[in-house]
């Protein structure tokens, strides 16, 4: 990969591989290629997403529940 000039003169190494990463990711935005292929992912053939979003929030509700069942026990107040 060749660099241009205004690159190879920047003064730090970090601005250069900056540089070079947006580069290549510019470059790829820029083609018509898919970034993701089904074939290259089976374990997800067959699968709807909609049950998968389902399960994700239902497991978040779980958990949001049980924080703020804790919350609430850690604020009531010693017994006298």
Known sequence: ????????????????KEAVRRRKLLRFLETAEP????QDHPEFQGKDSSEWVSKLRQQSDRQL????????????????
Do not use: F
Request: a positive charge; hydrophobic letters at 30%.
């Open 1 to 16: 990969m060749t660099i241009g000039k205004s690159v190879n003169s920047l003064p730090n190494a970090e601005a250069r």
């Open 35 to 38: 970034a993701w292929r089904e």
């Open 65 to 80: 529940t049980a924080v703020s069942r804790r919350q609430k026990t850690s604020r009531r107040p010693p017994p006298e």
